[in-house]
T-cell receptor, first 113, second 117 residues
Framework: DSGVTQTPKHLITATGQRVTLRCSPR?????VYWYQQSLDQGLQFLIQ???????AKGNILERFSAQQFPDLHSELNLSSLELGDSALYFC????????????FGEGSRLTVL | AQKVTQAQTEISVVEKEDVTLDCVYE???????LFWYKQPPSGELVFLIR??????QNEISGRYSWNFQKSTSSFNFTITASQVVDSAVYFC??????????????FGTGTRLTIIP
């Protein structure tokens, strides 16, 4: 158990809809990262927040947005969903200063029909 | 730009055989970190090892060992006496860690390892 909690574990929705994925980082971790894992794109970095502020942005679509709240949990919002958005979305958190040692949640598997 | 290449897409070996997973990376930075993660069939990503660019000592942890060679930009992972539980997808990753608090990872495409009983 990594200590990172993601909900929901599975989500099935239709094209055009909007969903929110939630992540609670490990206690004390200030950084939250979102990754997308799909068959064709592999593991892609989406976005990072550090103590409530956006820190780095990767291959995140404009239809997607995220935020980190004062209690450090984070939400990833996916809107106007397309079939190609079907993927496993991982949240990870990191120990401050320990470069790259990310602890991943179990992921949220999104299926868009 | 940083890049991680895992040329082996899939590997199958018979149980108890040794197997090496290859990882080649590209980065312009002199300070960076290399990682291996394991993704078992259950789907979660499990951290295995972290190595910084200044430490080229090989590391052994039980049946696992890692060979870091800066000269060839490689960070290979060997499993000795493989077991069925080792079946998983293994990812090599790189972090340039330029900024404090910015530690995003660039992953390779992964190697699917199947251990045949």
């Amino acid at each position: 158990d990594s200590g990172v909690t993601q909900t929901p574990k599975h989500l099935i929705t239709a094209t055009g809809q909007r969903v929110t994925l939630r992540c609670s980082p490990r206690s004390g971790d200030l950084s939250v990262y979102w990754y997308q894992q799909s068959l064709d794109q592999g593991l892609q970095f989406l976005i990072q927040y550090y103590n409530g502020e956006e820190r780095a942005k990767g291959n995140i679509l404009e239809r997607f947005s995220a935020q980190q709240f004062p209690d450090l949990h984070s939400e990833l919002n996916l809107s106007s969903l397309e079939l190609g958005d079907s993927a496993l979305y991982f949240c990870a958190s990191s120990v401050q200063g320990m470069a790259g040692e990310l602890f991943f949640g179990e992921g949220s598997r999104l299926t868009v029909l | 730009a940083q890049k991680v290449t895992q040329a082996q897409t899939e590997i199958s070996v018979v149980e108890k055989e040794d197997v090496t997973l290859d990882c080649v990376y590209e980065t312009r930075d002199t300070t960076y970190y290399l990682f291996w993660y394991k993704q078992p069939p259950s789907g979660e990503l499990v951290f295995l090892i972290r190595r910084n660019s200044f430490d080229e000592q090989n590391e052994i942890s039980g049946r696992y060992s890692w060979n870091f060679q800066k000269s060839t930009s490689s960070f290979n992972f060997t499993i000795t006496a493989s077991q069925v539980v080792d079946s998983a997808v293994y990812f090599c990753a790189l972090s340039e860690a330029r900024d404090f608090g910015n530690e995003k990872l660039t992953f390779g495409t992964g190697t699917r390892l199947t251990i045949i009983p």
